[in-house]
């Protein structure tokens, strides 16, 4: 696997100091799964009573590890429960071998920590195909139990990674009634980033107490405007997997309507979502994509993708050139009604064109300058209706072909 060692010219300056949330603890180890010399197994052991909600890949093709998840997600919230993540190696299209080497580390794993496999969740991420070495994962159980910390979360980020150029954290808290609720999440994603009902591997923790429907619904919600919001590259992984879990250890209770959780956990589900956009393979401009004026929401949503994934639009965006041609070209071809005649667009607030042609005042230096900046904003009106939709994308450059042509060497 290519060996990543420059670093997203858009990543945040240093990794968020994230809140410690009571009642789950951390570890990870080097257990050699793909990668020599780093840690690539993450540890996290929740309390009793933690729910625990999931979404997941709707791909055809998904692993054994989401098929396991996806099975054991709703259960009751009784005893302890654990998630243990490898890097490397995802696990997809290894047919009953795979659903072997899953049993097996869930079994080793309930073992290890006296809990119920059932609470046990895995994910594996990395090369498709591969018959996954579980022993070795087995192997460091014993290791990674002893090492568990609350203030491991860091360390946990790290662990997950792939191709990632940095470590992903993001965190919320509010007060109610003088207790302060937590929410700190970690994720992992650069390439094969089009999610489809969940993203990458993702982990949310909160402290807040809730009841597993309510936690499902809410996730189910927010995840259309967050992580089903973003791609990098049109495709849509094997192993995408979001855990979100719920201590309930601030002593809050809080249901599918209260405002302030929502927000949060909004609040820290987009800015997840954003890093992983930041960290697109070979990524150096993170681009939003604002449609409005559309019939209806889905067609809205269409337009936006269709832009978004569009590689004459993303290498365009590259280069800094404002080729307006190539949202028209992407609107085309999107799928959703659209009338040529009512389109306007913007770079920034720059106006372009509009009334299907180029605005008369549009002078190409004021877009070009725009272009230089390492974020961009793409709008477009399509005139028709009060529809809207705003997805976050990246653009295309040599460094995805050098990163994926050498992703298995």
Not at 3 to 27: C, M, N, Q, R, Y
Not at 129 to 137: A, N, S, T
Not at 159 to 173: N, Q, V, W, Y
Not at 283 to 310: L, P, W, Y
Request: aromatic share 6%.
């Amino acid at each position: 696997m290519a060996k990543i060692t420059k670093v997203s010219p858009l990543a945040p300056a240093h990794f968020p100091v994230l809140p410690v949330i009571k009642g789950v603890s951390f570890a990870t180890a080097a257990a050699g799964v793909k990668y020599a010399g780093r840690t690539d197994v993450m540890l996290a052991v929740l309390c009793e009573d933690t729910t625990v909600a999931g979404v997941y890949t709707r791909s055809s093709t998904r692993s054994a590890a989401v098929l396991d998840c996806q099975a054991k997600t709703g259960d009751e919230a009784s005893g302890q429960a654990a998630i243990i993540v490898n890097s490397g190696n995802s696990n997809a299209f290894t047919g009953a071998v795979g659903i072997q080497s899953v049993q097996a580390i869930t079994s080793a794993a309930a073992a290890a920590l006296d809990m119920d496999a059932n609470r046990v969740f895995t994910s594996s991420t990395g090369v498709i195909g591969e018959r996954l070495p579980h022993d070795k994962i087995v192997s460091a159980l014993e290791g990674l139990k002893s090492n568990l910390s609350e203030v491991n979360i860091a360390d946990a980020a790290k662990a997950i990674m792939t191709t990632d150029t940095f470590p992903k954290g993001a965190c919320a808290s509010f007060d109610v009634a003088g207790k302060t609720v937590n929410i700190a999440g970690i994720a992992k994603g650069s390439g094969m980033i089009a999610p489809d009902m969940a993203t990458m591997l993702v982990y949310i923790f909160t402290d807040a107490a809730i009841g597993q429907s309510d936690l499902q619904t809410l996730l189910d919600e927010l995840t259309g405007p967050t992580f089903n919001s973003i791609t990098v590259d049109s495709d849509t992984s094997t192993s995408d997997t979001l855990l979100l879990c719920a201590t309930g250890k601030s002593g809050v209770s809080v249901g599918r309507e209260n405002v302030q959780f929502r927000e949060a956990l909004r609040d820290v589900m987009l800015d997840l979502a954003h890093q992983v956009v930041k960290d697109g393979e070979g990524a150096t401009k993170f681009v939003e994509i604002r449609v409005t004026g559309a019939q209806t929401e889905q067609d809205a949503h269409m337009h936006a993708m269709a832009i978004a994934n569009s590689p004459l639009v993303k290498t365009a965006i590259a280069g800094e050139d404002p080729n307006w041609g190539r949202i028209v070209m992407a609107i085309g071809k999107s799928g959703a009604f659209a009338d040529r005649d009512k389109l306007s667009i913007w770079f920034g607030d720059v106006l372009v064109a509009k009334d299907g042609w180029v605005n008369p005042d549009y002078r190409e230096e004021d877009a070009a300058a725009l272009m230089k900046l390492p974020e961009i904003v793409v709008r477009v009106d399509l005139g028709l209706g009060q529809s809207a939709k705003t997805v976050w994308t990246c653009d295309l450059t040599h460094g995805y072909i050098e990163i994926n042509a050498d992703y298995r060497s």
